[in-house]
């Protein structure tokens, strides 16, 4: 490398971006090679953007948050972890509003406001519609106010039920089946009415007041299909997810969240440290599995995983596939136990083992902060566990210690060495050495 000595300005001169096909070290005047051409300014400038973002996150972490997500809005995965880290911020997020969101993520407060522009089916043509009628005539009462203001060129049944599925009309009525429901009766009511205004005749209530919003003859009186139960939970989050491209509202992992933290060493964000460590287990849900046939004839599977922080790529080989076959379903949530491998520069999950949450079992050790502090007792502890965990290595119940000190209680996941084959057993074998244990399920720490 050859140190600059002196410089000499030229005055105005030509510059051009030096582009090459390939890897290349520049030959300098004294037949010397650079292997280092990289200017300066350019990492004078990356440093000045990254302190100048690092100050947004951390002044204005909202409004910081909000732009990421509108800039990302079309990258489902980059949505979904921006989305994880306003979790971790103690950010909102909050589903779409027909009468409060805008066409981008907005800053609301401390919480952020999903966009109208990030809803399938949802045109630019209908939400600026949408927002020009909200501006001039204040907000939609219900979906008979909003199909009667707004021109049916504009908003289509197809728009509308996109709006209602995604939970941007949950204000008029968090029934969303109910909701679907009305939709045609309504759409034939606010055309009727359209046509009504078009030939000049309107309605006899128009005539006498002018006010299209009189209860008699306004939307009040647009027509309601009979009653009807919501659809269930993880249906709508399914229906959700499509539209949004990731759940917003709630999400069916929510409820074992705290449980997930304590039992699966890693969440799927983390996969990328743990390559080439050994069995990890996570807990996830199957956003997609797909079924493939080997050269043998033999049977795996590929599969999309995700939980509340990212998604991944993953897959079954014959081996594991023929064990946990009937478990492989979409939308099944599941603890999962494999290896985390890398090829082509892209994570995915090797899985060896699967079971349901709400089957999976554990071993909760209760043991005061004294006994804990104990070099005897630990290694009396350790002794029971590896002995329970059998000579095949082939356990997966994990073990979670409770530690009391005083009024508190602090849970601790032991290693993965210490899982035991037998829950029942292992409960038996603790308690014969005056332990305190108890097995249980995922669902019920």
Known sequence: MVKIIARKPLGGQPVYDIGLAQDHNFLLGNQTIASNCFNKSHSTAYGYVTFQTAYLKANYPVEYMAALLTVNSGVQEKVQKYIANCQSMNIQVEPPDINRSGLDFTPVGDRILFGLNAIRNVGQGAIESILEVREQGGPFESLGDLCDR???????????????????????????????????????????????????????FDLLGGDTTIATGGFEAAPKAPSVEDFPQQEKLRMEKELLGFYISDHPLKGVQEAA??????????????????????????????????????????????????????????????????????????????????????LQLIVDDAEPIDEVKIVMVEIDVQRAKNIQDLHQLKEILLRQRGEDHQAKIPVVAIVQSGHHRHLVRLGSQFRVQNSEATVAALAQQHFQARATTLLKV
């Open 150 to 204: 707004i021109d049916s060129k504009l908003l289509n049944r197809r728009t509308l039920e996109a709006l209602i599925l995604s939970g941007s009309l949950d204000r008029f009525n968090s029934n969303r089946r109910q909701l679907m429901e009305d939709l045609p009766l309504v759409i034939e009511w606010a055309s009727s009415r359209s046509k009504d205004r078009q030939s000049g005749q309107g309605s006899l």
């Open 261 to 346: 933290r304590v039992l699966a060493p890693v969440s799927l964000e983390q996969l990328g440290d743990y390559v080439d460590r050994g069995t990890v287990s996570a807990i996830v849900m199957l956003s997609e599995v797909k079924v493939r046939n080997t050269k043998k004839g033999d049977k795996m599977a590929m599969l999309r995983l995700e939980d509340l922080t990212a998604q991944v790529d993953a897959v079954v080989f014959p081996k594991s596939f023929e064990r946990i076959e009937a478990l492989l379903q979409t939308d099944a949530r599941l603890m999962v136990w494999g290896k985390v491998d890398r090829r082509d520069e892209m």
